[in-house]
């Protein structure tokens, strides 16, 4: 017989099946971090990943590398072809092939399908402890208590461990795969050992250093170094220097992070008997988010003369005018720097964010143009759209501002309030033109989203 829901027994099998998806769940990567956008750096990354993607076999036009804003060192691939790198692990990254060996790794992970293939794991040990649950509650049932709560307790055990094996075993094709896209783009794996051998650290530090890694989703580190090793050593790029341009943006990018997401730790790790580039980069970041406006612009107007067309350099100076209340300044550094990046979407956008902010008439025709150009080239910019849904509302518009409007909460994940505007836009704009077919899209996505949702259903019941 079944025991009853309420009983004791069927309470421990549910805590039991509560912590076997919960050890599930800890396993997978959290996409839920923000991302951060930045042009030097996304740019950085497509040069550095460019080689592997294609070494891997996979398309460098749908594959990307994205910078999420988390101080926890890591990096993972949920689904998809995008391969996530936490700001923890870039500031922890001492030099490029660290971060190259980081990348091939993942794309390990991309090409093998393994973020579809994790859901095989979860069903495979789902189904032990279910099995186990059920065996286990017969047993007390009929009259075996200890027995009975010793079967559902190793089930769990086994199952857990099941899924580890499982995980493991990706981890492990993933750092294979690595080596090879390494390899076959002639970039040294030395950088791969480096970084292994700061985890192995941080296990130290943690306590967490153990004999073996049976209790891990992934191989320890020791491990993992002693088996790539022996494969990186012997490949012909072992030796080989990082390119020299390559390193150089890499510690003027990962300077501007740090300036950006610690700046009490950017003062101190860049003081200001440090000249260099990555130093002025960081202060310069640092003293922005902390207010000292005077002193960011110093360090921007030193990073200038250092070379005075620099497109990263004048779009850092246009950005601290823009956000000290400076827009009129800001427009002529920005409008410099989108045409020396060539026209990079979000230094546009922020151009036209400047040119908006001046509130001169004179300023929105060429706002407009620059913010089209940019949602053109990056429609996945929720700001950019939220500036041109201004430009259109200026204008009088509203059905295109609807529209802009429209994109920027699906883009935010907000159906309901991207739903709302998609209909109003398509109200007023045009039956058959490109705007309208567009209305009509994100209105059918925001409803398929939000039939998801029981209030939403009961709410609509003839959608």
Do not use: C
Not at 15 to 44: N, W, Y
Not at 226 to 238: E, R
Not at 295 to 324: M, V
């Amino acid at each position: 017989m079944v025991p009853p829901r309420s009983s004791p027994i069927a309470r421990f099998a549910r805590l039991l099946m509560l912590a076997l998806i919960v050890a599930f769940a800890a396993a997978k990567p959290a996409a839920a971090q923000s991302v951060l956008r930045d042009s030097e750096t996304e740019l950085l990354f497509r040069d550095v990943s460019r080689p592997l993607i294609i070494a891997a076999g996979l398309d460098p036009k749908s594959t990307n590398v994205a910078l999420l804003n988390d101080p926890e060192i890591n990096a993972f691939v949920a689904t998809g072809q995008t391969v996530y790198i936490q700001s923890g692990l870039l500031v922890a990254a001492d030099n490029v092939n660290q971060l190259q060996g980081v990348i091939a790794h993942e794309l390990g992970h991309v090409a093998g399908g393994h973020s579809i293939r994790l859901q095989d794991g979860t069903k495979e040990a789902t189904g032990i402890s279910i099995a186990t649950l059920v065996l286990g509650a017969l047993a007390i049932a009929a009259g075996a208590g200890d027995a009975g709560m010793g079967i559902m307790m190793a089930g769990q055990r086994a199952a857990i461990g099941r899924f580890l094996a499982f995980s493991r075993t990706q981890e492990s094709s993933a750092d294979s795969a690595g080596a090879k896209y390494l390899s076959a783009a002639g970039i040294s794996g030395r950088g791969s050992i480096e970084f292994f051998k700061k985890l192995q650290n941080q296990e130290y530090r943690l306590a967490i250093a153990a004999t073996d890694s049976y209790d891990q989703t992934h191989p320890i580190s020791s491990e993992r170094i002693q088996a790539l090793s022996q494969i990186y050593q012997k490949d012909p790029a072992w030796n080989r220097p990082s390119d020299p341009a390559l390193e150089a943006r890499f510690q003027r990018v990962k300077a501007k992070l740090i300036g950006f997401v610690d700046p009490k730790h950017a003062i101190v790790k860049y003081p200001e008997s440090d000249q260099s580039i990555p130093a002025h980069y960081a202060r310069a970041y640092a003293y922005h988010i902390g207010a000292y406006p005077d002193k960011a612009l110093s360090e921007a107007d030193a990073l200038l003369k250092s070379d005075p067309h620099d497109p990263f350099f004048l779009e850092l100076k246009g950005q601290i005018l823009l956000e000290s209340g400076k827009p009129a300044d800001a427009i002529a550094p920005l409008r410099e720097a989108v045409g020396r990046a060539n026209d990079q979407p979000l230094i546009a956008a922020m151009l036209g964010h400047a040119l908006i902010s001046t509130e001169d008439p004179k300023n929105f025709a060429e706002a407009k143009q620059v913010l089209k150009a940019a949602v053109n080239r990056d429609n996945q910019n929720p700001f950019a759209w939220y500036q041109l849904g201004i430009i259109y509302d200026r204008e009088g518009d509203q059905s295109r501002a609807a529209l802009a409007t429209a994109e920027r909460n699906n883009l935010e994940g907000e159906p309901k309030l991207a739903l709302a505007s998609a209909e109003m836009a398509l109200k007023g704009i045009p039956q058959g033109t490109p705007d309208y077919l567009r209305a009509q899209d994100i209105a059918m996505v925001s409803r398929t989203e939000l039939r998801k949702d029981k209030k939403y259903r009961k709410e609509h019941p003839e959608e």
